[in-house]
């Protein structure tokens, strides 16, 4: 039987970092679906397109190549060119909600997306437990406090030489909760079998061990 996990959450919550090292310890595929729409806003913003222009940005999808090559880190290669460094700059971080709900964008990458989660995988994003894969096995919401969610964006860009106020990245994060949240398609949400996981005072290894034991409890 396929294994398929599903971490959904707010930016910031840990999604990445954690379903990365859950589907290293289970020998699973790890999908960031993330990563994809922010691919996506990088070439829109590279072509000067409007980010709210479906039509547009349906049509740069189809022309598209996105590929997800796994490692420690995931490698994002944007035809064929390695952009796993710049989808993560502050102006992409601002842009890609516009993207994600696009219609024909969200359509065209979660058929992508499905037809990747053929085998074991662990999938993260905004939608994963209620539209992408409604009948994953396990599926994990994050949270974390918003102060605490925007301490580790300003770290992580930090250490990319990106400089990031703390009030400045609960600003952002705070519009993106409301983008993310308030978009007609594959809006953020919990699904209703969803196993809700505060991530504020965990540590990483804390909060991967936790996600391990539900997927124990499944598999048993």
Same mark, same amino acid.
């Given at each position: 039987?396929?294994?398929? %996990?599903? %971490?959904?959450?707010?930016?910031? @919550?840990?999604?990445?970092?954690?379903?990365?090292?859950?589907?290293?310890?289970?020998?699973?595929?790890?999908?960031?679906?993330?990563?994809?729409?922010?691919?996506?806003?990088?070439?829109?913003?590279?072509? @000067? %397109?409007?980010?709210?222009?479906?039509?547009?940005?349906?049509?740069?999808?189809?022309?598209?190549?996105?590929?997800?090559?796994?490692?420690?880190?995931?490698?994002?290669?944007?035809?064929?060119?390695?952009?796993?460094?710049?989808?993560?700059?502050?102006? /992409?971080?601002?842009?890609?909600?516009?993207?994600?709900?696009?219609?024909?964008?969200?359509?065209?990458? /979660?058929?992508?997306?499905?037809?990747?989660?053929?085998?074991?995988?662990?999938?993260?994003?905004?939608?994963?437990?209620? /539209?992408?894969?409604?009948?994953?096995?396990?599926?994990?919401?994050?949270?974390?406090?918003?102060?605490?969610?925007?301490?580790?964006?300003?770290?992580?860009?930090?250490?990319?030489?990106?400089?990031? @106020?703390?009030?400045?990245?609960?600003?952002?994060?705070?519009?993106?909760?409301?983008?993310?949240?308030?978009?007609?398609?594959?809006?953020?949400?919990?699904?209703?079998?969803?196993? %809700?996981?505060?991530?504020?005072?965990?540590?990483?290894?804390?909060?991967?061990?936790?996600?391990?034991?539900?997927?124990?409890?499944?598999?048993?």
């Amino acid at each position: 039987m396929t294994m398929q %996990i599903a %971490i959904d959450g707010p930016a910031g @919550s840990g999604k990445s970092t954690v379903a990365r090292l859950v589907a290293e310890r289970l020998g699973y595929l790890y999908l960031d679906t993330g990563a994809m729409y922010r691919a996506l806003t990088l070439k829109a913003m590279r072509k @000067s %397109i409007p980010l709210d222009d479906e039509e547009a940005i349906g049509e740069l999808l189809a022309s598209t190549q996105i590929q997800l090559l796994p490692g420690k880190t995931t490698r994002v290669l944007l035809d064929g060119e390695d952009v796993s460094e710049e989808i993560r700059l502050p102006e /992409v971080n601002r842009g890609v909600s516009a993207v994600a709900a696009l219609g024909k964008v969200r359509h065209g990458l /979660v058929a992508l997306q499905r037809q990747l989660a053929s085998t074991d995988v662990v999938m993260d994003g905004r939608d994963i437990g209620t /539209v992408v894969l409604p009948r994953a096995q396990v599926k994990v919401f994050l949270v974390a406090s918003i102060g605490e969610r925007a301490r580790r964006r300003a770290l992580e860009l930090g250490e990319r030489g990106i400089e990031v @106020s703390q009030k400045q990245a609960e600003q952002e994060l705070a519009l993106r909760d409301q983008l993310d949240e308030g978009r007609e398609v594959g809006p953020l949400v919990k699904a209703p079998d969803a196993y %809700i996981l505060d991530t504020t005072e965990l540590s990483i290894e804390q909060v991967v061990e936790r996600i391990l034991s539900l997927c124990e409890e499944k598999l048993a």
